[in-house]
């Protein structure tokens, strides 16, 4: 009696002591969520209004001819993935994965960021590996965007996506595929912006030459 007594008072307080762990990594965790929520709506709304701007200029320069606008004779696609790197996070990736299993063919090539997607498509043939410094953002963008646009323009891939999981709430993030090359004209985005933009500045008389690095405005946003 006395001894299950002694053992489920070292229970409790093994209990009591994780528990006090628990709170404490959930308090930096909310700390952490707080400060990325807030970069996350800022770039939210840069990236917004740069999809914008561009369906403008689309609209002002109708027939515009591009390589990032021109389909490709490859038949391969490429998706660059964005997983995480640390645990606690398993529907999280599964979402991800699974969407992913459902669309990728055996042709098709990955560009992996994240621990848990390099381990879950460590037996799928066409990896490309990518020197990355994954723990600066910006940096990772530019290696990125440069990559991509270089391989579509050589006429290596067919579509370009990237795949990553947008945050809707605290609880719940939503996997997404969205087509990044070739660029599409879609016509329902362009009246939407012109609405937008109107009244906000004065129509060009004269067209203003649009480089490529206009034409990429959109995919650096993205991969921010």
Same mark, same amino acid.
């Given at each position: 009696m006395?001894?299950?007594?002694?053992q489920? /008072?070292?229970r409790i307080?093994? &209990?009591?002591?994780? $528990?006090?762990?628990?709170?404490?990594? @959930? +308090?930096v965790a909310s700390v /952490?969520l707080?400060k990325?929520m807030?970069?996350m709506e800022? $770039?939210r709304?840069? !990236?917004?209004e &740069?999809?914008? =701007?561009?369906d403008?200029?689309?609209?002002?320069?109708?027939?515009i001819k591009?390589?990032?606008? *021109?389909?490709?004779?490859?038949?391969?696609?490429?998706?660059? !993935?964005?997983?995480?790197?640390l645990?606690?996070c398993g529907?999280?990736?599964y979402?991800i994965? *699974?969407?992913?299993?459902?669309?990728i063919k055996?042709?098709?090539?990955?560009?992996? =960021?994240g621990?848990?997607?390099?381990?879950h #498509? @460590?037996?799928?043939k066409?990896?490309i590996n990518?020197?990355?410094?994954e723990?600066s #953002?910006?940096?990772?963008?530019?290696v990125l965007? *440069?990559?991509?646009?270089?391989? $579509?323009?050589?006429?290596?891939?067919k579509? &370009? $996506? +990237?795949?990553?999981?947008?945050?809707?709430?605290? =609880?719940?993030f939503?996997?997404?595929?969205?087509?990044l090359?070739p660029?599409v004209?879609?016509?329902?985005?362009?009246?939407?912006?012109?609405?937008?933009?109107?009244?906000?500045?004065?129509?060009?008389?004269?067209?203003v030459?649009m480089?490529e @690095? =206009?034409?990429? +405005?959109? +995919?650096t946003?993205?991969m921010?």
């Amino acid at each position: 009696m006395g001894q299950t007594l002694l053992q489920t /008072k070292k229970r409790i307080a093994s &209990i009591s002591s994780t $528990y006090k762990v628990t709170s404490a990594m @959930k +308090l930096v965790a909310s700390v /952490k969520l707080r400060k990325l929520m807030s970069k996350m709506e800022n $770039y939210r709304f840069y !990236v917004n209004e &740069i999809s914008t =701007i561009f369906d403008s200029l689309l609209d002002e320069h109708e027939t515009i001819k591009n390589v990032y606008f *021109e389909n490709n004779k490859s038949n391969d696609n490429l998706y660059v !993935v964005f997983s995480s790197s640390l645990g606690l996070c398993g529907s999280y990736n599964y979402n991800i994965f *699974e969407i992913l299993d459902e669309e990728i063919k055996e042709n098709d090539y990955l560009i992996i =960021i994240g621990n848990k997607g390099k381990i879950h #498509y @460590k037996n799928f043939k066409n990896i490309i590996n990518i020197d990355i410094d994954e723990s600066s #953002y910006e940096k990772m963008n530019d290696v990125l965007t *440069e990559f991509i646009l270089n391989k $579509y323009a050589e006429g290596k891939f067919k579509n &370009i $996506y +990237l795949v990553y999981t947008k945050y809707k709430n605290s =609880i719940t993030f939503v996997p997404q595929i969205t087509k990044l090359l070739p660029i599409v004209k879609e016509k329902n985005n362009i009246n939407q912006a012109k609405k937008y933009i109107q009244g906000r500045s004065p129509k060009l008389t004269t067209p203003v030459p649009m480089t490529e @690095k =206009i034409f990429i +405005l959109p +995919l650096t946003s993205w991969m921010i």
